[in-house]
């Protein structure tokens, strides 16, 4: 081996045997790379905002005839297409953007309505009327869904008169959105095409002393464990509805208490699919 050759193979051992102490040197040094890797925290933050998922999308507040809502489309629909129209009334404590989850992936493509509660709660979130459904005053809570369901019947009929709509709209809601929704199919029968009441009651002051011609059909989901708002009233509702000749039916979930639990939402949104879908 020629010198030149020995000189240089000496050299690159001897560079080589210096790449460890060079590492340690290297990650003492304030290292730029890591510097970065805090700012993916604060991506997490939009999400306790709820938003609808790609399926839907939502509004901004806005007001019509005294009532705040937001409005969202399902089925990647254009907002201003004509759609079917549906309004979806969440319970106590709760807000829109929160209830939107409840609807805002229907298998159909439709224009949902979310209305705001009227009295805001100190504790957050909103309600329909102060009263709940296990206080011994049916008196006064039904002076309550009165008070809010004809505050919303004149709103429903702003929406279709204003928005581009498909139909009768149809109502459903949960707790005290399934109350108002039982009332308003049978406050203003000839504005809607379907109610669909979830964990809701009417309560006897609010019961239709007829059936009215062309009484949309009611078919109220419950839990049979529900303690919040108890099955048996429910149900003595519906029997007296049936009696009067209306179209109305209840299916019961074995185990459930006041909740929707996605067999029950499944279903819900199936009953509303049939109902937009038809003719």
């Known amino acids: 081996m020629s010198l030149r050759l020995r000189v240089r193979h000496l050299l690159l051992a001897a560079l080589a045997a210096c790449d460890p102490p060079v590492a340690p040197a290297a990650a003492s040094a304030p290292p730029p790379a890591p510097a970065p890797a805090p700012a993916p925290t604060p991506a997490p933050a939009p999400a306790p905002a709820p938003a609808p998922p790609a399926t839907a999308t939502a509004t901004a507040y806005r007001a019509l005839a005294g009532v705040e809502y937001i409005e969202l489309v399902t ?3 254009d907002p201003e297409a004509r759609l079917p129209l549906v309004v979806a009334i969440h319970g106590l404590g709760d807000r829109p953007e929160r209830f939107s989850v409840f609807v805002d ?3 159909v493509a439709a224009r949902v309505i979310l209305p705001r509660g009227i009295d805001p709660l100190p504790e957050g979130g909103y309600s329909w009327f102060p009263i709940r459904a296990r206080s ?3 008196s006064g809570l039904s002076s309550g869904i009165a008070r ?3 505050a919303l019947v004149p709103f429903v009929r702003e929406l279709v008169a204003t928005r581009p709509t498909v139909g009768k709209p149809v109502v459903t809601g949960f707790s005290q959105g399934g109350m108002l929704s039982f009332y308003l199919a049978v406050r203003a029968p000839e504005l809607f095409a379907a109610a669909f009441p979830v964990g809701g009651w009417l309560p006897p002051p609010l019961w239709p002393r007829q059936k009215p011609a062309g009484a949309p059909p009611i078919a109220a989901l419950h839990g049979a464990v529900d303690q919040a708002v108890k099955l048996a009233p429910t ?3 519906v029997e007296h509805l049936q009696n009067l000749g209306w179209p109305v ?3 019961v979930w074995p185990d459930v208490g006041h909740a929707v639990p996605p067999n029950m939402r499944r279903d819900l949104h199936q009953r509303i699919e049939k109902t937009l879908r038809a003719p």
Request: glycine share 12%; no cysteine.
């Open 105 to 107: 992936d229907l298998p």
């Open 136 to 138: 011994p005053d049916v």
């Open 249 to 251: 039916s209840i299916k």
């Open 235 to 237: 149900e003595q509702a």
């Open 75 to 77: 089925g990647k629909a």
């Open 148 to 150: 809010a369901g004809d």
